[in-house]
């Protein structure tokens, strides 16, 4: 268990709908990321918080968007779904947000959009 | 820009021999380097990570891996495998910029499956 944790596990929606994922970071840590993981595209990294605000941003869609709260909890908003934004969403977390970091990941949301 | 090349997307061997995962890698400036480990439906853990300290590095489970700047690799290695090692292994980049400034990006190779015969 890496401390980090993601809500829902599996989401099943129609294409044109709006989805909200959540994820809250290990006790103590300051940065939040997100990354999607598709057959096709592997591993991508998504964008990255650190305490509330953006800090750096990879090849999110438009129609994506995220936020992290004073709480530092993380939600990833997902908007006008098509068919191939069926992936797995992964949330990770790390101390400061500096390279040299360890993320922790979490077990990660399955989306479907049929 | 950073990238991670894994030159086998499957690696098949027989338990108690050993294991060699290729992954070379490209940055600019002073990359940080990681193996993460999946186990079928399960999250990415983390096996070790290179952070410009010693070039040999031990991980969990017996894994090690070595930096060699010269070759840009950071091949992963284990004496011995065991059935639990059957897994995909990404190898990871996270670089700095230009002007120093350290941010999380992680950049990930395309993944290698381990497949570990009785």
């Known amino acids: 268990d890496s401390g980090v944790t993601q809500t829902p596990k599996h989401l099943i929606t129609a294409t044109g709908q709006r989805v909200t994922l959540r994820c809250s970071p290990r006790s103590g840590d300051l940065s939040v990321y997100w990354y999607q993981q598709s057959l096709d595209q592997g591993l991508q990294f998504l964008i990255q918080y650190y305490n509330g605000e953006e800090r750096a941003k990879g090849n999110i869609l438009e129609r994506f968007s995220a936020q992290q709260f004073p709480d530092l909890h993380s939600e990833l908003n997902l908007s006008s779904l098509e068919l191939g934004d069926s992936a797995l969403y992964f949330c990770a977390s790390s101390v400061v947000g500096r390279s040299t970091d360890t993320q922790y990941f979490g077990p990660g949301t399955r989306l479907t959009v049929l | 820009a950073q990238s991670v090349t894994q030159l086998d997307s499957h690696v098949s061997v027989s338990e108690g021999t050993p294991v060699l995962l290729r992954c070379n890698y490209s940055?600019?400036?002073?990359?940080?380097l990681f193996w993460y480990v999946q186990h079928p439906n399960k999250g990415l853990q983390l096996l070790l990570k290179y952070t410009s300290a010693a070039t040999l590095v031990k991980g969990i489970n017996g894994f090690e891996a070595e930096f060699k700047k010269s070759e840009t690799s950071f091949h992963l290695t284990k004496p011995s495998a065991h059935m639990s090692d059957a897994a995909e292994y990404f190898c990871?980049?996270?670089?700095?910029?230009?002007?120093?400034?350290?941010?999380?990006?992680?950049?990930f190779g395309q993944g290698t499956i381990l497949t570990v015969h009785p």
């Open positions: 940055s600019s400036y002073s990359p940080s």
């Open positions: 990871v980049v996270s670089d700095s910029n230009a002007g120093g400034t350290s941010y999380g990006k992680l950049t």
